[in-house]
């Protein structure tokens, strides 16, 4: 494995096109950027894309974005006050973008079950 960016065969190989076009409808509704180029420009203006496909590029928008990058997730947890006594918890992987919606999900259930006890 390279360690600045993945080897691409081809890089539809690499992503989920569904992925990439949320990316674009939340990015034209929020206003943020307005993306009217095909999705390997885009890349590149973002700097996502060079000679192969970056590990950002992966993480945002791959298929499988933990099989190159096993660590890529985020490891959620409630505990007692103890500290010790786990009551829940959660291995969120997927895109970046997906492990933030999962997270801030994780949290509100707990602030809410929280604020409740």
Request: proline share 3%; with cysteine.
């Amino acid at each position: 494995m390279h360690i600045y960016s993945p080897k691409a065969q081809h890089i539809a190989i690499h992503y989920r096109w569904k992925k990439f076009e949320d990316y674009i409808k939340l990015s034209k509704e929020t206003g943020r950027r307005l993306i009217r180029e095909k999705f390997e420009t885009t890349l590149k203006k973002l700097e996502l894309l060079k000679k192969n496909p970056t590990w950002a590029s992966i993480l945002l928008f791959g298929k499988e974005p933990q099989r190159p990058l096993s660590q890529a997730q985020v490891h959620c947890g409630r505990f007692k006050l103890n500290k010790t006594q786990i009551l829940d918890d959660l291995m969120i992987d997927g895109t970046i973008i997906e492990q933030v919606g999962k997270t801030i999900n994780f949290i509100k259930k707990h602030l809410i079950n929280f604020s409740h006890s």
